[in-house]
């Protein structure tokens, strides 16, 4: 454990960020993997999932989580399976 005053508060300003990164990360890969199993299903409503799939790929990117190439490599899969 850090004794000086800013290196403590780096350490509880990293973990809270860290908290806020898995959970976006997180929310990025549940609507990703929603929309693939509703694409292989033939589910009604994959097109609105492939829409929000494609929003939470962009606020990754927006947020620095994942490489903006990496956003559009994947959202560029995801319309090939759409299709």
């Not at 898995?22 to 589910?43: D, H, I, N, Y």
């Amino acid at each position: 454990m850090p004794q000086i005053k800013s290196a403590i508060k780096r350490v509880k300003t990293q973990a809270v960020a860290n908290e806020r990164n898995a959970a976006q990360l997180s929310t990025m890969r549940t609507a990703v993997k929603k929309f693939k199993a509703a694409q292989a299903a033939g589910a009604d409503n994959a097109s609105e999932l492939h829409v929000a799939a494609i929003r939470e790929l962009d606020k990754a990117a927006s947020k620095g989580l994942i490489h903006k190439n990496k956003a559009n490599r994947d959202k560029s899969r995801l319309a090939k399976l759409a299709k």
